[in-house]
């Protein structure tokens, strides 16, 4: 069957057939080609697989736009040709860990083998292992860097790779767009040294999953309290993750006597056979533990996603029924719980900090300053919270931060959102409630009463493929020049555009400069308080909308009245906004 494929596309294809790449490449290619898969083969050809910020992060299989041994060992070798210039005396080391996915523990081998074979000392997990417990190795063995491979909540046919640096973090300005740059100049894939050198190799032993647990352990504040709940009865679900190598472990190092692990999703599966999606978000990814949860009168759920940096969680409500807590929600009760319990112990003096994304809810800015505790907001994105923890070092305390997308971190040990030691801190949390006489939802209504009541919600737009890019790059260019003037009945008074660095007040016309780096992210405040924020997602074919309303709860009571004003409220905000 013959095929016509756009010239630059075709030569892509043909450098791909011809060059310097495997048989099992080569003959993939040729069974697309000789099935006449012009839109598989334009969308893995069209482009190179872009190395950003956050690393790589793709579908698997042929081509110059997907994840593969080559597109893999490209990163690497511009990631290794950076460190030997920033590094340029002594031996330079990385550490690699993986995720469950398919094809994880194979990329993670070829990002070892290209490590090794430009002479850098290569530290390596040598089984599946969590996110956080990769940003504690990088710390931990003085390393330069580190990468973990991983797609995080991602579909099953995606993987990906993130790179850090040597605090733990992932990597930011100047290094982020230095590397990009660094990969870009990577052409060929014969510039790729693919040569393991196998004494360059060693494989990461015990002693640091250990010194990760001792911190973790660590942080408990409510000891006493943690004592009379030991029998708090808890439902866990890694969803055939790296969360089952260590979260049973840890919550029973805390003293919990009751965990139930969900057995149907205990065992690491990249194809993930009981959930559509990895996604603790998600209803469906959650329903195996909920149904397990009734099955027990459970206290509290939790999951964590394949790498295990996420956690949801559910409890009781008001009407005795399991609800799903979104990622403000339970970011606002992990934070308020470490400031009281913080308080309770003497230990705040000035001098802490807490620390959230911009699209995250301004409901935990307004704790924080209750408790006289400084609240900084980062762009999204946990790397630039660990940014902050970074240049506040040695002068703040950080307690603990979060991101909406259900990514949390408790004290600096790690510098990426950590659901391991999370779902540790939630569970005493939980059990802290409990030993007041409360349920957890009991003590957000009483939040809520305290500071207002908080509601967010999340859409997100899919457009696949370079027609969906496109798009996407319309629609923020339409809302940057036409930003709407009302909003659900509420004028707009502030516009705020993190990519021109300007917020402007739209009653007097004020513009004030941001600090924060350029990001293509556009905020909306209306009179009423509520706050659109949109950004074109930087890991997924899609534009996020982050909706926040809010309302007093004069009394708990009050609760379901106010909770479906604040929903009626959404619904015109994506009426207006022409995002249903």
């Not at 956050?54 to 997907?66: A, H, K």
């Not at 290794?80 to 330079?92: D, H, S, V």
């Not at 957000?444 to 737009?461: A, D, H, K, P, R």
Request: glycine share 8%; aromatic share 8%.
């Amino acid at each position: 069957m013959s095929i016509m494929l756009e010239p630059t596309i075709q030569s892509k294809l043909d450098t791909w057939l011809k060059g310097n790449y495997d048989q099992e490449t080569k003959n993939d290619i040729q069974q697309l080609v000789a099935a006449g898969n012009e839109n598989e083969l334009t969308d893995a050809f069209y482009k190179e697989l872009e190395f950003g910020t956050g690393g790589l992060r793709g579908t698997m299989g042929v081509g110059s736009n997907r994840m593969n041994k080559y597109t893999i060992g490209m990163a690497t070798q511009g990631l290794a040709n950076y460190l030997k210039r920033n590094f340029a005396t002594g031996q330079i080391s990385v550490a690699i860990a993986h995720d469950s996915r398919n094809k994880s523990d194979y990329f993670a081998r070829i990002t070892a083998d290209v490590f090794s074979a430009n002479g850098i000392k290569v530290y390596m997990f040598s089984e599946l292992r969590p996110t956080p417990l990769l940003s504690f190795a990088i710390r931990y063995l003085g390393c330069q860097s580190g990468v973990v491979i991983t797609a995080s909540h991602n579909p099953k046919e995606y993987n990906g790779y993130k790179a850090y640096w040597n605090d733990g973090g992932q990597i930011i300005a100047p290094h982020d767009k230095n590397i990009i740059a660094e990969v870009s100049r990577i052409t060929s894939v014969n510039e790729v040294k693919f040569g393991r050198i196998d004494a360059n190799v060693q494989i990461i032993g015990p002693e640091v999953e250990e010194a990760y647990v001792k911190q973790v352990l660590a942080l408990s504040i409510s000891r006493e309290a943690l004592a009379r709940q030991k029998d708090l009865k808890i439902v866990y679900s890694s969803l055939h993750g790296t969360g089952i190598t260590l979260v049973p472990r840890i919550l029973e190092a805390m003293g919990f006597r009751n965990v139930t692990v969900v057995q149907e999703q205990a065992t690491p599966d990249g194809n993930f056979p009981t959930v559509k999606y990895p996604n603790p978000e998600e209803q469906e990814a959650m329903s195996i533990a909920l149904a397990k949860a009734k099955e027990l009168d459970a206290d509290l759920v939790l999951a964590t996603d394949p790498d295990a940096d996420r956690v949801g969680i559910a409890v009781k409500n008001h009407h005795g029924e399991f609800q799903l807590l979104n990622g403000n929600q339970t970011g606002s009760l992990l934070i308020y719980y470490m400031l009281q319990a913080w308080k309770e112990a003497g230990k705040i003096t000035g001098r802490e900090f807490v620390a959230k994304t911009i699209v995250t809810t301004d409901l935990i800015d307004k704790m924080a300053a209750s408790f006289g505790v400084d609240c900084p907001n980062t762009l999204t994105g946990f790397k630039y919270i660990a940014a902050v923890i970074r240049e506040r070092e040695g002068k703040q305390q950080f307690i603990a931060g979060g991101e909406e997308s259900y990514g949390y971190l408790v004290g600096d040990f790690v510098r990426d959102k950590d659901a391991v030691s999370s779902c540790a801190m939630i569970a005493e949390l939980v059990a802290y409630a409990k030993d007041k006489g409360k349920g957890l939802f009991d003590m957000m209504m009483e939040v809520y009463g305290q500071y207002g009541f908080y509601y967010e919600t999340l859409i997100s737009l899919t457009k696949k493929g370079k027609s969906g890019a496109e798009e996407i790059r319309q629609m923020m260019t339409t809302l940057r020049n036409n930003p709407p003037q009302t909003v659900a009945g509420s004028p707009l008074v502030q516009l705020i555009d993190y990519e021109n660095r300007i917020q402007t007040d739209i009653l007097t016309g004020k513009q004030t400069p941001i600090t924060l780096e350029k990001s293509d992210v556009l905020q909306f405040i209306t009179r009423d308080g509520s706050k659109i924020s949109a950004r074109p997602s930087g890991t997924e074919p899609k534009i996020k909308f982050y909706v926040s309303v809010n309302e007093p709860l004069p009394r708990k009571e009050d609760f379901d009245a106010v909770m479906k004003k604040l929903q009626e409220k959404v619904q015109g905000i994506v009426r207006d906004m022409g995002l249903s």
